[in-house]
């Protein structure tokens, strides 16, 4: 019959067990605790078109729109923010059409009203030449909430197939229920064959800015267009 015996641990181990030991309670000791952080950022909020437009509601038809807009929870402020992308261009006015040139335009190159032509032909040969207009005055709404007024009108006059001259006729802005703060930047660019311009109008209800720009282009041949809610000339 074999009989087994435990070995005894050796002085060796013991050692090095109470030195391990040792060093645990004495690094557990010396631990800071480290507080929980905590955030203060606002909560993503991803909200629903009906939640923007109630939000736009509350605000914009109130009695006082900065002071409700300050009372407004952090969720309710940034899905008022979110609202103000759907902001478009609504209840489009537009006139256009050809025009007599001034004494100026004809210096700068304008053909006369009454610059002979010598046939049909030579004319339709010729390319187009003339002075032109296009005004254009919209609304700008939050969903079904209408929150300014803009207007813009371009002249400008091309021979030869050049633009000869350009300029703005008519600009401004009223508030709805929005404040209308004035004209902001405007900027032009004649590429030759067309003249770009830009205008932007400032909105304001209490710290939100709103800023629009309406744009034009008129062509050398007297085609026209208006890029919505564009301030870039390229």
């Excluded at 040139?101 to 009454?114: K, R, V």
């Excluded at 004035?182 to 109008?201: D, K, T």
Aim: proline share 6%; charged share 15%.
């Amino acid at each position: 019959m074999k009989i087994s015996y435990l070995a005894r641990p050796t002085p060796v181990l013991c050692v090095l067990a109470a030195a391990l030991a040792v060093g645990m309670s004495a690094g557990t000791a010396g631990a800071t605790a480290v507080p929980p952080t905590t955030s203060t950022a606002t909560p993503s909020v991803h909200p629903t078109s009906a939640q923007q437009r109630a939000v736009a509601a509350e605000v914009l038809g109130s009695a006082n729109p900065a002071s409700t807009y300050q009372r407004l929870s952090p969720t309710d402020r940034a899905t008022f923010d979110s609202a103000q992308t759907q902001v478009r261009a609504t209840d489009v006015v537009t006139r256009s059409g050809r025009r007599a040139p001034t004494a100026a335009e004809i210096a700068a190159g304008a053909p006369s009203a009454t610059s002979p032509v010598a046939s049909s032909l030579a004319l339709a040969a010729q390319p187009a030449s003339g002075c032109w207009y296009y005004y254009r005055s919209q609304n700008w709404s939050d969903f079904d909430l209408r929150e300014g007024t803009t207007w813009l009108q371009l002249d400008w006059c091309a021979a030869g197939g050049r633009i000869t001259s350009w300029n703005i006729a008519d600009r401004g802005g009223q508030g709805s229920l929005f404040n209308y703060d004035g004209l902001g930047a405007s900027g032009a660019n004649n590429v030759g064959w067309e003249v770009r311009v830009y205008q932007q109008y400032k909105f304001s209800v209490g710290p939100k800015t709103f800023q629009p720009c309406m744009q034009i282009r008129g062509g050398a041949t007297g085609l026209y267009s208006s890029p919505t809610k564009s301030c870039n000339l390229n």
